[in-house]
């Protein structure tokens, strides 16, 4: 064992979380824990976990469920092609594994919505197999350690960080080393505040030593935000408590999920010019890529002649089991009275 290997295994041993998905051997456990925490933090993550193995315990299970079950169980996470591969690749597993996951790195690849990360950590922690992982909190720790100017999120950066990290890999251990690198960067090496004082790489860290611990790693620019307008109409029948949706079919991050009538505006002038005529709820919702300003309006279906065609009504008790998105679930949440007395 390295001398850096000495150091992070027992670093690991002294901090490490309790967390339930290590614990288990189980390929399919482990693969559904990484798939939610991309983009995801623990503390919400685990919550999402705990309901996906309450609900659908073997990848068989999940596999019988429907798309918009799964959906419905994501709503809040975000990043929804995550929930759509989820159900795909257990649907995969089923039909071309017997329900049973490849055992290595390459067969791990073949599997949908499955890239080099989510083999190397479902190779490495299941079977053993001397597989380095590269996350954002792996490319941190060496960017800092080792003072790596190159961006991350290249093509030569990435061949760089992986030749690194499999050169320092314990391929004796690899389970232990890759789960203790990355409790590291997410614990100790954390983005913003590390805590360089009291590391124990402190004296080895180039960065440190250079004074540009900030600076590592570096990233390309990402791609400029867009905005967008939207105006979602909620259409109602107070009569019969109920307000009128539709499933979407678009192929976009909201595909299959379900919302109130949109009207999109490509200018913002026309989308403010809309809004005066209206009472309107304004809100801002931040994607990766999209910034969208959006305004909710109501109308009353009994008083009004709006084409209702591809939409249903539901109640307050149906809308508990359809998919939303967080922005409508949060508008939900929010107007729930109009669903239960008079607007």
């Not at 939409?311 to 009275?337: C, E, K, T, V």
Request: proline content about 4%.
């Amino acid at each position: 064992m390295s001398h850096f290997q000495r150091k992070l295994i027992n670093w690991y041993q002294e901090n490490k979380r309790n967390l339930p998905w290590r614990k288990t051997s189980d390929p399919y456990k482990v693969w559904l824990s990484e798939v939610i925490l991309q983009q995801t933090r623990v503390v919400q993550g685990r919550a999402y976990y705990d309901k996906f193995i309450s609900l659908y315990p073997t990848v068989g299970r999940l596999a019988s469920a429907t798309e918009e079950q799964v959906l419905n169980l994501w709503k809040g996470l975000g990043y929804y092609s995550r929930a759509r591969n989820l159900h795909k690749t257990a649907i995969q597993v089923v039909s071309d594994f017997g329900g049973v996951f490849p055992n290595n790195y390459d067969g791990l690849l073949t599997l949908t919505g499955i890239g080099p990360y989510t083999a190397a950590a479902i190779s490495s922690f299941c079977f053993n197999e001397p597989r380095a992982v590269l996350d954002g909190n792996v490319f941190r720790v060496l960017s800092r350690l080792h003072n790596i100017a190159t961006p991350i999120n290249t093509t030569s950066g990435l061949k760089e960080f992986s030749v690194l990290a499999t050169a320092l890999l314990n391929r004796k251990d690899p389970a232990t080393h890759n789960q203790a690198i990355m409790e590291f960067g997410a614990l100790q090496c954390t983005p913003k505040a590390p805590k360089c004082e009291n590391c124990c790489f402190n004296v080895e860290c180039l960065s440190l030593k250079e004074g540009v611990i900030k600076e590592r790693p570096q990233k390309l620019k990402k791609t400029k935000i867009k905005t967008r307008f939207l105006l979602f109409t909620v259409l109602y029948d107070n009569e019969q408590r109920t307000v009128y949706l539709r499933k979407r079919t678009e192929k976009d991050i909201w595909r299959n999920f379900y919302d109130f009538k949109l009207t999109e505006f490509l200018e913002e002038d026309s989308f403010l010019l809309a809004q005066k005529k209206r009472i309107c709820c304004n809100k801002v919702h931040k994607l990766t890529h999209q910034t969208l300003q959006v305004c909710f309006i109501k109308e009353d279906v009994r008083k009004s002649r709006v084409d209702l065609s591809g939409f249903r009504p539901y109640n307050l008790n149906q809308l508990d089991s359809l998919p939303l998105s967080a922005l409508h679930q949060r508008y939900i949440d929010d107007n729930l009275g109009f669903l239960k007395k008079s607007i």
